[in-house]
């Protein structure tokens, strides 16, 4: 039977993270599905025509060379492209006009018949003339790395649910990974299907000032953006002003709001934490059994680097070495690799103890005894004992991980303008009357390290 309260700390820490994944599609200005016009493209596909054909004619007319009838040709072509693939006409008449053009390739006698077949397509934009678009905006904004977060929560969620029971699925453990693994395939291509990149110029913005017409739009549940600015809405507090679509936790000194900065920077402080954890889970359990095994000059050499990293003040070297990389790596991943530089000495110094009490215990030596292979004493007795002592050092770690980076970001070191996490939203406070920008990153720090600390501590309590 699960622990409570450990069961507790890994529902809400599995929570923090779903929700980080799925800033996008909670806080977002641009719409979860639409069905939209882009008119204003429309338009202006429509002007490059008519600017490309009044070239055209100019060219013909002052008798230039076959070389610039040639390439004002080309670009009258290319304009009309533009234009057809913004219009709704049916792919008969496209494949019309297309054809036509094709035979007065290259002859300026049939200017006239030229313009006669144009003419519809220089016409006032009309509404239902304009190309309909359907499918997700906000799928069609974001990254790959967002997308990959998306199609990891299947994963997440499972583990959540294992770590709560307090023990992994009993039986088929191999088809268990295979399925997680087919799924988060399946949910990654199929995000990709859905993407079109002309969405992603359907926001709020554009739609308020009529550039696009949307028949059927779902936005949202915060219809906000990360980046997006509205000055006159500075430093606005929670409720402080009757709006449509209210800031909830009011808007940073550029009008940004701050309920939507808060879910998007809790994916990189979060994952800040648990790389760390991984990285420093990953080389203190390799170094720390090696020291454990081989002991004698290998050993004394280890021990002596644990002792001098352990001496060096980590967040000197850690401002020292962002001043220095700043600009050309990911300062994120920068944090994260640093933090787990010096984060795995606990872990290989609690390891490498636990490998020398498992190294003596009588078991181990029978199998020494009747001849076992090192290698297989290694992988089915020794790592296994090794792991739970590693994983709560690690845990404990991606705590003070959370923390670090807070504190780096306050700084202004731990990653880009204008990319936020919960350190560079507290520190844009600029001071204590702004509560609404400093207190809600500065509990979720508090919230994390509590869970992470908590998973920690009850994953050691049955070997105690």
Excluded at 115 to 129: H, I, K, M, S, T
């Amino acid at each position: 039977m699960a622990d409570p309260l450990r069961s507790l700390a890994a529902c809400v820490l599995g929570a923090l993270l779903a929700l980080a994944w799925l800033a996008p599609l909670v806080a977002n200005d641009k719409p979860l599905w639409a069905d939209a016009r882009d008119v204003q493209a429309a338009q202006l596909a429509q002007e490059e025509l008519g600017a490309a054909l009044d070239q055209y004619r100019t060219v013909l007319a002052a008798d230039a060379t076959a070389a610039q009838a040639s390439t004002a040709w080309t670009e009258l072509e290319r304009a009309w492209e533009q234009a057809a693939a913004r219009s709704s006409a049916p792919e008969s008449d496209v494949a019309r006009v297309r054809s036509t053009m094709t035979e007065c390739a290259g002859r300026p006698e049939r200017l006239v018949d030229v313009q006669r077949l144009l003419a519809p397509w220089l016409d006032n934009v009309e509404l239902p003339r304009v190309r309909r678009m359907v499918g997700s905006p906000v799928l069609a904004s974001v990254d790959s790395g967002a997308l990959l977060r998306l199609a990891l929560l299947p994963v997440l969620a499972c583990l959540v649910f294992w770590t709560a029971r307090g023990r992994l699925p009993g039986g088929h453990r191999l088809w268990w990974a295979l399925g997680l693994a087919a799924s988060t395939v399946l949910v990654w291509f199929g995000l990709q299907a859905v993407q079109q990149p002309e969405l992603a110029r359907v926001d709020t913005y554009r739609v308020e000032r009529a550039q696009v017409h949307v028949d059927k739009v779902l936005w949202p549940m915060v219809q906000h953006g990360p980046a997006q600015t509205q000055l006159s809405e500075a430093w606005s507090a929670p409720g402080g002003y009757t709006r449509p679509n209210p800031h909830w936790l009011g808007t940073d000194g550029l009008g940004r709001d701050a309920l939507s900065r808060l879910l998007h920077g809790s994916a990189i402080s979060l994952e800040i934490a648990l790389l760390a954890g991984a990285v420093a889970l990953a080389l203190g359990w390799l170094i720390g059994t090696t020291c454990g095994l081989l002991g004698g000059w290998f050993d004394t050499l280890c021990v002596r680097l644990m002792e001098t990293l352990a001496s060096i003040p980590f967040l000197f070297l850690a401002i020292v070495v962002l001043a220095l990389v700043r600009g050309r790596v990911v300062p994120s991943v920068t944090v994260a690799l640093l933090v787990a530089a010096v984060a795995w000495v606990p872990v290989a110094r609690l390891v490498r103890a636990q490998t020398l009490v498992e190294r003596a215990r009588e078991h181990v030596l029978a199998l020494r005894v009747v001849g076992i292979p090192e290698g297989w004493i290694l992988v089915r007795h020794i790592l296994p004992a090794t792991l739970p002592a590693a994983a709560t050092a690690a845990a404990f770690l991606a705590g003070s991980a959370v923390g670090v980076e807070a504190a780096l970001s306050w700084l202004g070191l731990a990653t880009t303008i204008p990319q936020p996490t919960w350190g560079a939203l507290a520190g844009e406070a600029g001071g204590l009357e702004r509560w609404w920008l400093w207190l809600p990153p500065s509990l979720l720090v508090a919230l994390t390290c509590a869970c992470l600390l908590v998973l920690g501590e009850r994953r050691e309590e049955p070997r105690s």
